[in-house]
């Protein structure tokens, strides 16, 4: 075992924020998951992989089988075996034009497809060796596994099953692994603690590449839960080794199996060491405060109370970190912090904390709480002042309209409810000229040839609970003698322009504003096809709820975003999203451009049906460049 081996990983390995309560998103969604939420996964979202596994889609899919091509080309396929969907047989035929586009040229022997119910198609998923097939089979059937409701022992029997795939020679069989135990339970985990072996475990960790490291850090957490006294000071010796600023993920998982292994004298260690540290990094802070979260919410090793204690300590030492641990003395229904949660709103100190306080103090049955809301209930919050802790440390927030209503995708707050919302929002429901369109028999008209003038750049990446948006691009792209500056772009799943009714899986968005504030979208439809590498930029780094923004460090080259040919369709629209600004004009790029499944599967982790239905063009032309 190579005792430096963590100090050579972590170095190796960029800061991470990708575990932990979400500073913006806490901010921005106020308090609705304060009383709702009821999670004790073992910060299953830090060691997860970056792309969903073959057993997840299966999972979620509505009809899964084993086929094989009838020809060469893959353009039909006769069904072998049902592994779900009873409503199929296994002698039916699926037809080429039910395919998704795919990059395979090798259909030899069977292969696993999957229906996708939003796009109404099967998408080719891999080569069906037998025993991929049989653990499909015997792992979707395990469905008990983070249901809240199914007692421990249970989820951790069929968790079991798991456990000798972990190292599977079949990426597809050990993906789908380290997916089951990463999201399961902690106090799931923990009954495995007799099946595991912790030297088969450190000879895992030693055998990964420096870049698995979600895997190294699962490996990390379970090596917690069967380790002695070996295990507990080689876990102690790789926290002295980390390097400040090292992957948050990693630290977390460090900092878990610290505690499992220690108990009490962890505890204090972390308290003493990061808590009361105040050279600490936010990165490292917020890793212990994962660590911990996990173990109060697991209550075995250490106990809940013990937890509070901690957090009372962070309350005390760093109160700008406060809404990092309020949702959780909300969910264990403590009400004990609530005089220091009062001071710290009064101060006026740290104004993105009094949402959360106020929310808090809203579901605290205490009398002063009520008081302190009556006193303060005529008092304004700021318009223009940091959202949010990480805000505090690095950024400054945009100012933003009072006035404007939440809006979603779903529910009452959904695209069919917009205009009803605020007053600022009417034209979503009035509007005569509103976005996005069906593309529809277009107009072929000689329209103005585009000139795009986009520079490598690096840029900001936000996730903003809608989509995922990029902020800092320069550029610009002129038509005729209208040029329009590049203010950002960003992403829709599916789809939010349709072409002759149908949807592409994903939609690019690049907004622009002239200098006389006339405003111009172009955009891109994105199909299932090769790997587009134009993107890795972006998609290595893709914030999302537990990162909300991500500074890119490698340039990003727009232009390389968009499809070689460039001939279009026009018309005048809105805005897609609220208030639905008219007076737009769009530019919609009639060829798409490539990313693979994968890609757009990842994307879809973070974000998914995130579109707004086609709008009546109440008499409007679409018209299509006559190159086209």
Known sequence: MNNNLFERRLSSASICVICGPTFFLLAFAGFLLLATSRSAHACGGCFKLPYQSLLEKVERADRVVVAHATDATGSAWKIDRVIKGRE???????????????????FHGPHILRWNRVFDSWTI?????????????????LSAIGRELMPVRHQAGQLRFFLPYVENADRQIADSTHAKLSGAPYAVLQELSDDLDADQLLKWIDDQPATNLKRVALSIVL???????????????WIDECPPGGDQAYLAALFTAHLELGGEESVRFLEESYLQNHDRTLGELIAVIDALRTHGQAETTVSRQRVKTSFQLLLRERPPLAETIIEDFARWEDWSIAPRL???HASGKQPWNNALITNYLKACPLPAAKEFLTRVSGIPEPTESPSSAEHYYFHK????????????????????????LCPEYALAKDGKRQSPIDVRNPLAKTLPKLNFQYRPSRIHLVYNGHTIQENEGPGSFGMANEKF??????????????????????????????EDGTSGVVAVFIQEGEHNRAFDPVWDNLPDANRPEHDVQIKVDTLSLLPK?????????????????????????????????????????????NNRPVQPLHGRSVFRSAQQ
């Open 397 to 420: 927030t945009e100012k933003k309209n009072p006035h404007a209503a939440e809006w979603g995708y779903s529910g009452e707050i959904g695209p069919s409810h917009w205009g009803q």
């Open 88 to 106: 199929l047989s296994d002698d039916e035929t699926i037809q080429a034009d039910k395919l998704a586009p795919t990059s395979r040229s090798n």
């Open 485 to 514: 500056q590049l203010q950002q772009f960003h992403f829709h799943a599916p789809s939010e322009h349709t072409v002759d009714g149908k949807h592409f899986p994903m939609e690019m968005h690049l907004v622009h504003k002239a």
């Open 125 to 141: 998923e891999a080569p069906a060796n037998p025993e991929l097939v049989e653990f499909l089979s015997r792992a979707i059937g």
């Open 342 to 344: 009062m001071e710290i």
């Open 565 to 609: 040919d460039t001939s279009y369709f026009a018309y005048e629209g809105s805005f897609t999203t609220p208030p639905c600004t008219e007076q737009v004009k769009w530019v919609i790029l009639a060829q798409p451009v490539d990313l693979s499944r994968e890609q757009i599967m990842r994307f879809r982790e973070v974000i998914h049906d």
């Open 223 to 237: 090596l917690g839960i069967c380790g002695e006294q070996r295990e507990a000071d080689l876990v102690k010796q």
